[in-house]
């Protein structure tokens, strides 16, 4: 008798995904090892995609025979958005749009659909709001176009049959955590549909060529929902950022496909939307009449952009058996680096000081010319010593205590000099890349107590 066995074919592994990152493992696990969050783990079931985009077949080109495309870029009249977009929009992006609930993502982007309504149809998808409240918001805004239409809809698919229906030019969807598509599992907001939605909403923008933007709110760790998912989907991400009791809001690139990352375009909230800030000086320099303990001014660079800013510390006797150590907007990492500096090259004690350093106007900055900055102000607190606000300080805290080498003395320079400001201290390294032509009195310093002496004498 012949025995016949039949082998049975291995199903497909199961995949269990954490709800909060998309961290994925062939296991179920209670707590999840990337965000630490608990029973956030379900099974990831396939789903028969029917109604995706068909992708056109493409063959293998050798790298000579494929010609440069020339983009045309799409302006929004709104010279900041346009500058950290590179220039201008391009047809078939897809921007991302990040930024804590309440800080103006949707004000922002009803004003850049109200200019582009100027250039071709535009619609707006708001799954948040109903359309009679986006009508009052564009009524208040005073930004009413002919061309501008509104859509409540969170059913992508619906979405894209007015897409190709309209044939509109330019489309927002507010926001990604509220829409869904029924061609991916899970409520509205969880990976699967915010991965899937972004997925969907992308292959809709290559395949008809229209600009795209996608709002995506941030969460509590400060990161958009699902970063990992969509960053890397989209051609452009765009911060939103801006304190809750200040009128000023930053735009910044961290993500461009199509051009430069890092710029930033400042805005300022009014009772008619947002207006551009073009001089930064008054916003991050409130005062410069006499010397001041404490202080001390900076020029940074936020992606090509030269910025002074005012650095603020406190140092205070400690009431308590651990001295505090604060940061506001400058890193605590080399803020506690710059303590230790001092301590060990300047010989003066602060482990039983309160030590606190802010950036004056919210920003954040991460650009270590700042360095100098920062110890001249801890250093004025320390010892109650005013430094004059007409003085500017550029350079980078080594190790040693040496100053050393920044990039684009000039362009910081150029600025510092259009704020008429007296005198400026770089490093020695950066004399042999000076223009020609300064006004303001430079002086080059090689160490720390080089600078100490000068100022503190």
């Known amino acids: 008798m012949i025995v016949t066995t039949q082998i049975k074919r291995k199903s497909k592994v199961k995949m269990f995904a954490c709800s909060e990152c998309g961290y994925k493992s062939i296991k179920w696990l209670g707590k999840c090892p990337y965000c ?3 029973e956030t783990f379900n099974e990831e079931k396939p789903v028969p995609k029917k109604g995706h985009l068909q992708k056109e077949k ?8 494929i010609q440069e495309q020339d983009y045309k870029r799409i302006k929004s009249s709104i010279k900041g958005f346009d500058r950290i977009l590179g220039g201008g929009l391009v047809p078939g992006e897809v921007v991302l749009v990040g930024g804590e609930p309440g800080v103006g993502k949707s004000t922002l982007l009803l004003e850049v659909a109200a200019k582009l309504s100027n250039q071709g149809k535009t619609l707006y998808v708001s799954a948040e709001e109903s359309p009679q409240q986006i009508a009052l918001r564009v009524k208040r805004l005073k930004q009413e176009s002919d061309n501008l239409y509104i859509l409540g809809e969170d059913n992508l698919e619906t979405v894209y049959e007015h897409i190709k229906r309209q044939q509109f030019r330019f489309v927002i969807v507010d926001s990604i955590q509220v829409v869904h598509c029924a061609d991916y599992e899970g409520s509205k907001g969880t990976i699967s549909q915010i991965r899937g939605c972004a997925d969907y909403l992308t292959q809709i923008a290559k395949s008809t060529g229209i600009v795209l933007f996608v709002v995506g709110h941030v969460t509590k760790d400060g990161a958009i929902a699902g970063p990992k998912l969509l960053e890397h989907i989209v051609d452009c991400v765009l911060y939103f950022e801006g304190e809750t009791l200040s009128n000023y809001r930053i735009l910044r690139a961290t993500k461009n496909r199509f051009g430069p990352t890092g710029d930033i375009s400042l805005f300022e909230m009014v009772s008619t939307g947002l207006k551009e800030v073009e001089d930064t000086s008054d916003i991050f320099i409130p005062h410069r009449q006499g010397p ?4 001390s001014i900076v020029c940074v660079i936020e992606g090509v952009r030269p910025m002074l800013i005012e650095l603020q510390s406190l140092v205070s006797r400690s009431s308590f058996g651990v001295a505090r150590r604060r940061s506001l907007g400058f890193d605590f990492n080399r803020f506690s680096l710059l303590i230790a500096i001092i301590e060990k090259r300047l010989k003066i004690p602060l482990s039983g000081e ?9 920003l954040k900055l991460t650009d270590p010319a700042a360095d100098l900055g920062a110890v001249i102000a801890m250093i ?12 500017a300080f550029i350079g980078e805290v080594g190790l040693a205590g040496e100053l050393r080498r920044v990039r684009n003395i000039n362009l910081r320079l150029k600025e510092i000099e259009r704020a008429k400001f007296k005198s400026c201290f770089i490093p020695e390294t950066n004399k042999k890349d000076l223009d020609q032509g300064f006004s303001l009195n430079i002086n080059p310093v090689k160490s720390l107590p080089e600078v100490i002496e000068a100022v503190f004498k």
Do not use: Q
């Open 354 to 362: 309160d030590v606190f350093l802010n950036v004056a106007g919210g």
């Open 292 to 295: 001041i303990s404490g202080s």
């Open 58 to 65: 493409s063959a293998p080109a050798l790298l000579k025979d």
């Open 36 to 38: 630490s969050g608990w």
């Open 380 to 391: 004025s607190s320390h010892r109650e010593k005013d430094v004059f606000m007409d003085i």
